[in-house]
């Protein structure tokens, strides 16, 4: 199948030669990773840097430094910084762990922006650590520009994680190669809740071999683990790489906190010391909002939402969502009244109020889980929105019935939905005539992943929308490593000069595995 070749981009190529020779120069990130307070010579940044939440005018800039630090940032149009313009950042220290993040703001649109963060002694600012550069695209201002960006989700999982034997995360290097504006993370960029050991005999006798840290040992509880495991994806090379020069817009899901948990939930699994899971996810959400540049977090994490809008231009608005914090308990799912749902009534509202503001041709529903996929948690709950009965919605259904009728009331054009979660990649077409819920337009949802992690079969369909599985690429088998089964991530590229929007889903190695091109001005598709 056609796509679009790669965009060249010179000028990022040309900054990132220097990106990888100043890596070079710093020591390599110790596998525990906790700065020493009592350093002699300057702070150094070995962990890299990364952007987040990129728009037209403004991004974010992260870094992790190795001691108590300044951190400042220096921005030009071109690699050779002539004429730099300088942002002093946040002093680093151990209440974030050591990392921090600056806000960009007035930057131009459609344009490359190359930047460098250096670190200070903020006792001694004449005293500086070798500078780490990054580079990234603004959100263009004018449509004709386009738009073309990467999703996925699910990494180091179900025990399989950096192995340096294959080369580390190699999906990572080969979307840098892509060259897109954005990465859509979305969820499980961490697995809080599985432990690696050594070594993994496969079934064909081959041995998988993972890196391993303190805090990757066991399951994560402490505030220290959850930082150490979101910080074990940073050991990777092609990790570092990828995100000195591609931004993210990221969202979470259930493994950064513990497989399939919801508010309020007490555990019973004997691995953990700390029963009341509300405990656990306000210390993740803390190391989230440390280790990844979200605008809508405070610096420590500990304050804010993940729920949000980026707006990427006039033709993309991305809808992050956030299906964790604000559920109901996982349960059979029949329930005949639930206003709480997946999303809860609060984010809900925000939605459709920002959905119905947004003037983008095309509106990204960025769902950590899927709509019509049936997920089970044990023999009679279940973890996503579909609950396996055919009919007319209940339980968690009901919310996005009330969503979808919403959209097809008011006349929203261009929504469609991307997620991960599942370990395949597949393509649904969701049509009222199939349904036994009609009160909706069509519209389709796409899954990618896992991009280092297990790969599993595909779960069954839920009726109740009316799904149609048009493609579909997964394992006969569950929890394949990296070594037996491709790993996968989706692209999508929306055409500046007729609007069109196409989603190709792709697996690890090049392949194009399907395409579809939707048509812009539609309420669903």
């Not at 020591?27 to 150094?44: K, M």
């Amino acid at each position: 199948m056609s796509h679009t070749p790669p965009r060249s981009a010179p000028a990022r190529r040309s900054v990132l030669k220097g990106t990888v020779a100043a890596s070079a120069a710093l020591a390599l990130p110790t596998a525990a990773g906790a700065p020493a307070l009592a350093l002699s010579g300057r702070p150094g940044a070995a962990w890299g840097v990364q952007t987040g939440d990129v728009t037209a005018s403004s991004g974010l800039v992260w870094v992790r430094s190795d001691r108590p630090a300044r951190m400042i940032v220096e921005t030009s149009a071109t690699g050779s910084f002539r004429h730099a313009r300088r942002w002093r950042g946040p002093l680093l220290g151990p209440g974030s762990d050591f990392t921090g993040t600056t806000a960009l703001r007035g930057l131009p649109a459609g344009e490359q922006v190359h930047y460098r963060v250096v670190l200070a002694d903020p006792d001694d600012p004449r005293r500086t650590g070798e500078p780490v550069y990054g580079t990234f695209r603004t959100a263009p201002a004018r449509r004709r520009d386009g738009v073309r960006f990467l999703w996925s989700g699910d990494i180091a999982g179900q025990g399989w994680g950096i192995n340096p034997d294959i080369g580390g995360f190699r999906a990572f290097e080969e979307m840098r190669r892509l060259d897109p504006d954005f990465f859509l993370s979305s969820g499980d960029t961490v697995y809080a809740d599985g432990p690696l050991v050594p070594s993994v005999t496969l079934p064909d006798g081959r041995v998988w071999r993972n890196l391993v840290t303190e805090e990757k040992s066991k399951v994560a509880e402490t505030l220290a683990e959850y930082r150490g495991n979101f910080r074990y994806n940073l050991l990777d090379d092609n990790v570092r790489q990828f995100n000195a020069q591609v931004p993210t817009i990221v969202q979470w899901d259930d493994h950064e906190v513990r497989n399939n948990w919801y508010p309020g939930q007490i555990l019973d699994d004997p691995r953990y010391t700390e029963k009341d899971v509300d405990v656990l996810a306000r210390r993740s959400m803390q190391a989230f909002g440390e280790y990844f540049p979200v605008g809508t977090l405070s610096p420590r994490g500990s304050e804010g939402r993940i729920h949000r809008v980026v707006h990427h231009g006039p033709l993309l608005d991305v809808f992050v969502l956030d299906m964790r914090t604000y559920r109901n308990a996982n349960s059979p799912g029949r329930q005949a009244d639930d206003t709480v749902g997946i999303l809860g009534a609060e984010q809900l509202a925000w939605l459709k109020r920002e959905l119905a503001r947004s003037r983008a041709v095309w509106k990204v529903l960025a769902s950590d889980m899927p709509l019509g996929l049936v997920v089970p948690d044990g023999g009679a709950n279940f973890e996503a929105v579909a609950q396996g009965d055919p009919g007319a919605p209940l339980g968690r259904e009901l919310q996005i019935a009330e969503l979808l009728r919403f959209v097809k009331h008011r006349r929203i054009t261009g929504t469609l939905w991307l997620t991960a979660d599942v370990h395949y990649t597949s393509a649904q077409h969701y049509a009222p005539e199939r349904a036994a819920f009609k009160d909706f337009a069509p519209f389709w949802e796409f899954v990618s992943g896992p991009l280092a992690a297990g790969g599993f079969p595909a779960n069954d369909l839920d009726a109740t929308f009316g799904p149609e599985r048009v493609f579909v690429r997964a394992p006969q088998r569950a929890n394949l490593s990296p070594m037996e089964s491709p790993q996968y991530f989706g692209e999508v590229d929306i055409d500046g000069d007729c609007g069109e929007l196409t989603v190709r889903l792709r697996a690890e190695g090049g392949a194009v595995l399907f395409s579809k091109t939707l048509q812009p001005g539609r309420v669903g598709q």
